[in-house]
């Protein structure tokens, strides 16, 4: 097994929007690796994941992204959900901190909706990536290369399309911040 141990991963989402299955699946692989995972979002309290379009689970925010140092953590994970990406890319702060993990060269995954967060942050141009089909051309747009596959690794950047691709995602998320 990767041994994540050290290791502290933001995972960042909005207040409310996340699809549960991308949040919790990849937490889930990080802590069984002896990671740390770390919820950062807009603002302290909760967050509202949910199934789909229904509600689910909802969980405490760790640190909120004006208050936390990209620096500090070795990996980003982005969750999809399609109100969790469209909000984050609307929080000056959320996008400032994503871009930070690019500017810094460090893993970020990123999976169904959430490269909407990295179109928002300008740091797909040229890339290779896949992700929910409806976002090939808002992709391409902002200058990435799109491709309909489980798993599409570039560079430091892990992407994947839906919850089924979750297995493939996780494993590459952790092979990817253990180095």
């Known amino acids: ?6 290791k ?7 207040k409310e929007g996340i699809e549960q299955i991308e949040l919790t699946s990849p937490w889930e692989a990080v802590r069984d690796a002896g990671g740390q995972p770390v919820l950062v979002s807009v603002e302290k309290g909760q967050v509202q994941a949910f199934n789909h379009f229904d509600k689910a689970d909802t969980f405490d ?24 990406p469209d909000a984050l890319r609307t929080d000056a702060d959320a996008v400032a901190f994503v871009k930070a993990f690019f500017d810094a060269d460090k893993p970020v995954a990123a999976i169904c909706h959430a490269p909407w967060s990295l179109v928002e942050a300008d740091v797909v141009r040229g890339r290779t990536l896949t ?7 808002d992709l391409r747009n902002a200058g990435a290369t799109w491709k309909d596959e489980e798993v599409v690794v570039d560079g430091n950047l892990v992407t ?4 089924d691709d979750l297995p493939a995602f996780t494993k590459k998320l ?6």
């Open 131 to 137: 992700s929910w089909p409806s976002l090939q051309t």
């Open 8 to 14: 502290k991963i933001a995972f960042a989402v909005a």
């Open 160 to 163: 994947s399309r839906k919850p």
């Open 174 to 179: 952790v092979e990817m911040v253990a180095g």
């Open 61 to 84: 925010v760790d640190d909120t992204f004006a208050a936390a140092d990209a620096t500090s953590y070795d990996g980003l994970v982005l969750p999809g959900g399609v109100g969790n």
């Open 1 to 6: 097994m990767t041994d994540l141990t050290g």
